[in-house]
């Protein structure tokens, strides 16, 4: 018996030493690092995570990303989808490391945090921690386009429903938010207010960021939140690619004042984002959603669903489930559907905050005389968005000009 005991103890040490060799550390992990983590998370959670490769970088890195949620592997319909990238230039580290941390709190806390478990079998959520992966092994920043990298993404982001985004940055401390292209001092998006919501749910849930503080006495930035445009013009940004052509909202948060800091300031970095980072996946249950069918429930992909008083540049259209998420504060709106040769239908709804209960508002659609084989809708291949209007359940309507260059933008010249 103390033979068996000093056994099952022995097993016991080394499967202690194992959980602490496997346990991510706060330092930097390169790339061969970086993908046997991920590797590893995927072995031992096999049915929260899927691991994959969008494609691969110039020097033929691969660009992983790990999926999280109840439906990992496949998009389930009535479930949104919600990404994270870090890490498109090179020297911006922060992000890349504290998104590996995130993954690590996620999967651990699954089935032992009741708000983690609900945000998990709720949203589909991707992670890719570095978008550039051959900047951060040559430790600087890569400042041209890298075709096979931006190709990927764009693809990616074609073939998934995105809801909800943000991506990862450094040399600054605010979430800036859409459009980064314009004309004048502030380039309003129709979506406007959502996009402050957004911006003040992460600056607000981060530990100082809502300070608006800066990193010099020179600059500045209220509730530590700006439009991208009154910071500095960007053309061809992320953001805006994200929401015109994506049907997504991305914001772009910047992280840390140095872009490289010392290893020794991660674990820092990784508590003052820890909070923000959930709250703000959380943000992808806003709103309204819901399948647009024929009358024998058959789904109609390509429909137009938007709310009134929002039209987009490209009209955010059904997915091939039939599937629309609009992203809309607390409110009362009214959604219009239309399929291409058909009378629109028009449906009031009053929207709650459902964020809490990781569940949009549910609204169907069923066009009893349309037939399922519906065209794209069109979208401007060069959009000159003149006399955008905006207006919410809280907000009056006001006018905004904006001009976005489509040919940045499609070419999506992401490395600034």
């Not at 550039?132 to 075709?147: H, M, R, S, Y």
């Amino acid at each position: 018996k103390s033979c068996q005991d000093l056994s099952m103890g022995m097993v016991a040490a080394v499967l202690c030493l194992l959980a602490l060799a496997a346990a991510l550390d706060f330092g930097y992990h390169h790339a061969e690092e970086l993908e046997a983590y991920l590797r590893e998370v995927h072995a031992a959670h096999p049915a929260l995570t899927h691991l994959h490769s969008i494609g691969r970088s110039v020097e033929g890195r691969d660009l992983w990303v790990l999926v999280l949620g109840r439906f990992p592997t496949q998009h389930k319909i009535g479930i949104p989808e919600f990404k994270y990238v870090a890490n498109m230039h090179g020297d911006e580290t922060v992000g890349r490391e504290i998104l590996l941390h995130l993954i690590d709190y996620l999967v651990t806390s699954y089935g032992r945090d009741p708000n983690i478990t609900k945000l998990l079998n709720n949203t589909r959520i991707h992670i890719m921690p570095t978008m550039n992966p051959d900047g951060f092994e040559a430790t600087k920043n890569n400042n041209v386009t890298i075709q096979p990298e931006t190709r990927a993404v764009m693809n990616w982001i074609k073939n998934e429903t995105f809801v909800l985004s943000a991506n990862l940055h450094g040399g600054a401390l605010v979430a800036s938010y859409t459009f980064d292209n314009g004309n004048s001092g502030y380039s309003r998006s129709p979506d406007d207010d959502v996009f402050i919501h957004l911006a003040k749910t992460y600056s607000f849930n981060h530990a100082s960021m809502y300070k608006g503080t800066g990193c010099d006495s020179r600059q500045t930035f209220p509730d530590g939140i700006t439009n991208g445009y009154s910071w500095y013009q960007l053309e061809g940004g992320m953001q805006d690619y994200n929401y015109v052509w994506g049907q997504c909202f991305e914001i772009t948060l910047e992280l840390s004042c140095c872009k490289y800091p010392p290893a020794d300031q991660l674990e820092k970095f990784w508590t003052d984002n820890k909070v923000a980072l959930v709250e703000y996946i959380k943000q992808v249950h806003l709103g309204v959603k819901g399948q647009v069918t024929d009358r024998n429930g058959n789904p109609i992909p390509n429909a137009i669903v938007e709310a009134q008083g929002r039209s987009h540049v490209c009209p955010y259209r059904t997915n091939a489930h039939g599937e629309y998420f609009l992203l809309l504060l607390p409110g009362k709106y009214v959604i219009n559907a239309t399929v291409p040769g058909f009378k629109s239908m028009l449906k009031t709804v009053e929207i709650p905050d459902n964020t809490a209960n990781f569940n949009a508002l549910k609204q169907d659609f069923s066009f009893s005389e349309a037939s399922i084989r519906t065209r794209p809708a069109s979208c401007p291949k060069v959009p000159l968005y003149q006399g955008l209007e905006r207006s919410s359940a809280a907000v009056k309507p006001t006018l905004h000009l904006l001009v976005l260059m489509a040919a940045t933008l499609y070419n999506c010249l992401f490395f600034f």
